[in-house]
């Protein structure tokens, strides 16, 4: 039996005078007292946060996960995530509680009363969508889906994801589930900021939107008990939007500023003074810095996105696809600058010993998700220069990497007692991520 869904935005029939499901009600008595049990599948950067959020809400929680190392990890109260507030803490906390434990047995997920998906969707060969992961979970939650269970996407995503790929894996088979009465779905982008010491993850208002309105109902009530703040908006399409408007908001003004950068620059202009004085206007102006491209899980991902959405209805979107662009070439802009530099000392860029300070994607962290440092290395690596790097937050190159990056992974940075005679045998040195240590 194919599940039911109200069209986007739509009501139920009787609107707020509907009588509330058995089912919903039951979910929220659970919320209320506590008893309601918590998943997470995907005990990454967002996940493995969430988890410890619902946690110390005092929620049971199960972690889900397909690494065996993440889950040996989390029971051995290892941390893995060091950019986390009190990292051994929080794992330490997690291990020793008869309320948390992390499994790769997704079997268990019919324990949970609520699951919150939270896994990457990167990027294919050609800027499209690549929702695997999602719908991997997806398929695994269906195996073992019972009335009454909440399923919460937070992975980012385009517009109708939740409700055009993900009900319908779930309800696919001999679920006969209606969405709205036994199955309540919703969409709650995750807003983590790894390494930011200001804002906590229960501190971030939470958005939420449901397929229906008790979808909404049940995440915003999940939501309520671990976050100081919950937003419900309209339907999980407008939560989806939101949040790539978020970081295609920033994408656009990085792309702005760096392609300022490259003007400036030849007029002889320093464009960190000019930010300096344009920073000095008390209003219309939020200062953004250029950098050697763009990096991290979501800024060089989400534009393309929406914008692959947007050709599906017939638009495109070419001021986001420009920013784009800049942004890509920054890496290609950074090493025609050292070849400047070189050239200027009278030394070819071939067989020149390159040393690349910090490759983390930000400052002060070690998460090198879709650093622009890498691409550095590739194009310095195909003009044949013998680069090196020191990174005391990434030790050794390691995670999931493009093919044509695949040569990087194992590389280790250069130790800190070797760091000056590394320093003196380099022809060029690179600052590609201003880590606080370096300053």
């Avoid at 291990?95 to 948390?100: E, L």
């Avoid at 206007?281 to 899980?297: D, E, L, Q, V």
Wanted: net charge negative; glycine share 8%; hydrophobic share 40%.
């Amino acid at each position: 039996m194919a599940a039911h869904t109200p069209s986007a935005g739509a009501r139920e029939p009787g609107g707020d005078t509907a009588e509330e499901p058995p089912a919903l009600r039951r979910l929220l008595e659970r919320i209320e007292n506590r008893t309601c049990v918590v998943g997470v599948m995907g005990l990454g950067y967002v996940g493995l946060p969430l988890a410890n959020t619902f946690h110390a809400a005092g929620f049971r929680t199960l972690g889900f996960d397909t690494e065996e190392d993440v889950v040996a990890s989390l029971t051995a109260g290892r941390s893995y995530l060091e950019h986390l507030p009190s990292a051994d803490k929080v794992f330490r906390n997690l291990a020793d509680s008869d309320r948390f434990s992390a499994t790769t047995d997704m079997t268990r997920l019919g324990e949970v009363d609520a699951v919150m998906i939270c896994v990457p969707t990167p990027l294919g060969k050609h800027f499209e969508p690549d929702l695997g992961y999602v719908e991997s979970c997806g398929r695994s939650v269906a195996k073992t889906l019972t009335a009454g269970q909440l399923v919460i996407l937070e992975s980012t995503t385009y517009p109708g994801t939740t409700r055009e790929r993900l009900l319908p894996i779930l309800t696919e088979g001999a679920h006969a589930l209606v969405v709205g009465r036994d199955l309540f779905l919703a969409f709650s982008p995750e807003r983590e900021d790894p390494g930011n010491q200001s804002h906590q993850m229960s501190s971030i208002p939470k958005l939420v939107g449901g397929l229906d309105e008790p979808s909404g109902t049940a995440a915003c009530a999940l939501y309520r008990a671990a976050f100081e703040s919950v937003l419900q908006v309209r339907n999980s399409e407008v939560a989806e939007a939101a949040k790539l408007v978020e970081n295609i908001y920033r994408a656009v003004n990085i792309a702005l500023v760096n392609e300022l950068k490259m003007v400036l620059a030849r007029m002889d202009i320093d464009i960190w003074e000019v930010l300096d004085a344009a920073e000095t206007k008390p209003f219309g102006f939020h200062r953004f810095n250029p950098g050697p491209g763009w990096g991290g899980h979501c800024i060089p991902v989400d534009p393309f996105y929406l914008t692959w959405k947007a050709r599906s209805v017939g638009m495109h979107s070419h001021f986001i696809e420009h920013a784009g662009e800049i942004n890509i070439q920054m890496p290609a802009y950074v090493v025609q600058h050292v070849q400047s530099a070189l050239n200027e000392a009278r030394k070819p860029l071939n067989a020149s010993k390159v040393l690349l300070l910090g490759i983390a994607y930000k400052p002060n962290i070690g998460d090198t998700r879709e650093t622009p440092a890498f691409v550095i290395w590739k194009l310095l690596s195909e003009s044949k220069a013998d680069v090196s790097y020191y990174d005391p937050l990434v030790p050794r190159i390691s995670g999931h990497l493009s093919e044509d990056l695949h040569f990087l992974l194992g590389k280790e940075s250069v130790s800190n007692t070797d760091l000056p005679s590394a320093v003196a045998a380099s022809d060029c040195i690179v600052v590609v991520t201003p880590h606080a240590c370096f300053l």
